[in-house]
């Protein structure tokens, strides 16, 4: 499935990966300095060989409504394997001694940019729970 902001390339993406699928995209707007929202709706699409994928309209805004922070970790699949290893339960992979998360990124095995999102995403949690 491809998801992600209005304009930000999904359908241009999906284009390039399969040619024949000419999906409608839009224009980079000079004025926002990225693309309009032009997928209007969910289309399971075949790509051949088996494979379908799903093109979906963009939003406009990431939420974490649903979620509770405890929870984000698994949301990361590349931590699963090291966090089960952590020494305290509830680990929150970000400052406690003997977390196993956190000796992974530090040796490269998780990419920089995946454990900065779920720093970034952690903190947006915590301090929308403490507004409301």
Not at 21 to 27: H, I, R, S
Not at 77 to 91: P, Q, V
Not at 112 to 127: I, P, V
Request: charged share 25%; aromatic share 10%; hydrophobic share 35%.
């Amino acid at each position: 499935m491809f998801s992600g902001q209005s304009g930000v390339g999904k359908s241009t993406l999906l284009n390039r990966l399969v040619p024949s699928l000419e999906l409608e995209t839009g224009e980079i707007s000079m004025r926002l300095g990225r693309g309009r929202h032009t997928t209007r709706h969910v289309e399971l699409i075949d790509i051949g060989s088996g494979g379908f994928v799903a093109d979906t309209p963009g939003f406009s805004q990431l939420d974490f409504l649903e979620l509770g922070v405890e929870e984000l970790s698994v949301c990361f699949r590349e931590f699963a394997s090291y966090a089960e290893s952590c020494k305290f339960r509830g680990c929150s992979h970000l400052h406690e001694p003997g977390c196993k998360v956190i000796e992974a990124w530090q040796a490269g095995e998780i990419a920089d940019s995946r454990y900065e999102h779920y720093k970034l995403f952690y903190n947006e949690m915590k301090d929308k729970k403490r507004r409301y």
